[in-house]
Structures are given as structure tokens and as C-alpha cells.
């Protein structure tokens, strides 16, 4: 056959062909009008070529495998050379994996250093670095409306739950003690080296879970003058996750994690879907002696919820 037919048969150029042939690795026989005649044992071996290069096996290093076929295997992997091919290839590979995992492990610390480094602590540090203001929201997020499903909670009691907290600790939350307590939960606090869920801001009240956070840290001593005895945050990220939330953002007060929705069970709370995974919707609660004084849902915009609940405590004194 030509070398067109070769090639378009091994689904490779005729330039990769000609290359193989300088090397010794197809011998095609020669016509008296002076044209190439390849064969199928030439067609199959720059097949082979092709396979083995795909899994990174460079053109020169293909001949024990080559020679195999030569000798009359069915395949070309059937010799002890071409498994020795196989492990020189893997070790290489994994040499170059070790060594691209160290840089990536090196620029993600380099990266989760420089954001907490340079993470706006206040309007006033902001202003003084003239960093990006992360309590502005992008403009144009959709507002969300009050779909009912919180009304069933307001003198609610607080169902007999124990969750983790950053602090290390565990906090009862149908025993916080005496006085109000406020627990916001929210969906999701990203960082800067992990991405949102594809189409977050498209759904309304997802986005914003840091500058609710900020704010309640901006407004902390505030809500405890007002008479809050406490404020957690909740989401279902992992107490690890949540608690270098905690320092990157130099929260006040703790965060509590609820993998497992077992809140959202209780008091069959709001959630929703984004990117394959669940969380919660953004609500939250002022309990006291152990119930539910007081709802907000929906909440918007979340950059200035703790005053909204810092407005409200000052309002309804306990």
C-alpha cells in the first residue's frame, strides 16, 4: 500500500511515516518506479507506534516492543523487554507526577498565603491598602423572595442538637443558656483558590456568605451591647474548612459545621442544589430559653444583614 493509505489506515501523517522510516522502525519496500510499497506487518507495527506514544512512550524507545513482533509474539508487549519498556515509562511518569505535585502543592500555599495577606480586614484597612472592597456585591444579583418555607419556625423549639464548633468544642444548641443567641447560616464560604459553584450568582441569595460574615464581625460588639449572649455562623462545610474561615477572616465568634443537614432534618429548613452538591438556604435564627424568638428569611443583601439583626434586637428588647 502507499504511504497516503498507510497513514490514513494508522491515522497518523504521512510526515509521522517518513519519520518512523528514518529511524529504522519501517522498512517498506522499494518499487521499480521508485515509490514505497508498505505492508500489513508495516501497517501494524505503526500502529503499535501510535499506541505507545499516546501513553508517552517516546518513537526511539518503541524497537523492544517492535522486536517483539518480529519474532513472531501476537503481541507486542508479550517479551520481558517490553515489559521492562512498561516500567522504565511508569517510573518516569512517576518521577515527573512527584515533582509536578510538589510545585502544585507549593503555589496553592503560596496562593492561600498571599489571600490571607492581603484579605480586606475592614472598610478602614481597605480604604488605607486600596484593595477590591469584597463588601460591595456584584451588581444585578437576583433578590430573593419569601417562599413560606421559614413561617413554620418562629416559637419553634430547638431541637436536641450538638454540632462541632471551630473553637474545638461542641455546641448544644437547644442549651446555648441564658439570654438570646443568634445563629445565621449561610450556603457556602469559598476561598480564592477554589471556585464557586457554576452559576452561584444566578441563584438567588447565594451569593455573599463572606461579606455576611464580615459584617457580623464588623458589628459583633454591637450585637452583644444589644443583647445577643452569643453569635454563630453554620454552613455544611467541614469544622476544618470553617475554622481557617475563622482565622482568615478573624471572626469574633465560631462557626458551627452540619455536614449532615441534621438541623436542616429537625426543622425541615430551606436548601437547595448547585453544582451537584446541597446547602442550606440563607436564614437566621434569635433563640432563646431554648426556641425560636425570631426568623429572617429571606435575607438580602447579606453584606448588611447583622445590622438588620442588630436593628431588630435593638427594637424588641428582651
Not at 476544618?240 to 443537614?261: C, H, I, K, N, Q
Request: aromatic share 8%; net charge negative.
Amino acid at each position: 500500500m502507499k504511504i497516503s493509505e498507510l497513514a490514513r489506515k494508522a491515522k497518523v501523517s504521512t510526515k509521522a511515516v517518513r519519520y518512523y522510516e528514518s529511524l529504522g522502525l519501517v522498512t517498506p519496500v522499494r518499487l521499480d518506479n521508485g515509490y514505497r510499497d508498505y505492508s500489513a506487518d508495516d501497517l501494524r507495527r505503526v500502529r503499535e507506534i501510535r499506541a505507545l506514544s499516546r501513553l508517552g512512550i517516546s518513537v526511539d524507545r518503541t524497537r523492544p516492543f517492535l522486536e517483539c513482533l518480529d519474532v513472531g509474539h501476537e503481541h507486542a508487549d508479550d517479551c520481558p523487554s517490553s515489559l521492562a519498556g512498561y516500567r522504565a515509562a511508569i517510573d518516569e511518569l512517576t518521577t515527573r507526577i512527584d515533582a509536578l505535585t510538589e510545585r502544585r502543592t507549593e503555589l496553592i500555599a503560596r496562593l492561600r498565603s498571599a489571600a490571607a495577606r492581603n484579605f480586606p480586614l475592614s472598610p478602614r484597612d481597605q480604604e488605607r491598602t486600596k484593595m477590591t472592597n469584597l463588601y460591595e456585591l456584584p451588581a444585578g444579583l437576583p433578590v430573593p423572595e419569601d417562599d413560606g418555607a421559614a413561617r413554620h419556625l418562629a416559637a419553634t423549639a430547638v431541637p436536641e442538637l450538638t454540632l462541632p464548633s471551630t473553637t474545638g468544642e461542641t455546641v448544644r444548641l437547644h442549651d446555648l443558656g441564658e439570654g438570646r443567641h443568634v445563629l445565621y447560616v449561610f450556603p457556602l464560604i469559598g476561598t480564592p483558590d477554589v471556585d464557586l459553584p457554576r452559576g452561584w450568582d444566578d441563584i438567588p441569595g447565594a451569593r455573599g456568605c463572606t461579606p455576611e460574615a464580615c459584617d457580623f464581625r464588623d458589628h459583633y460588639e454591637d450585637l452583644t451591647a444589644a443583647g445577643a449572649a452569643s453569635v454563630h455562623g453554620m454552613s455544611v462545610q467541614t469544622t476544618d474548612y470553617l475554622r481557617g474561615v475563622v482565622d482568615r477572616l478573624r471572626l469574633p465568634y465560631a462557626m458551627l459545621s452540619d455536614t449532615e443537614f441534621r438541623l436542616a432534618k429537625a426543622l425541615e429548613l430551606p436548601t437547595f442544589e448547585a453544582g451537584g452538591e446541597r446547602f442550606y438556604r440563607r436564614l437566621t435564627f434569635v433563640i432563646r430559653a431554648g426556641k425560636i424568638e425570631h426568623v429572617f428569611y429571606p435575607i438580602f443583601p447579606p453584606n448588611e444583614h447583622a445590622q438588620q439583626v442588630l436593628a431588630w434586637l435593638k427594637s424588641n428588647p428582651a
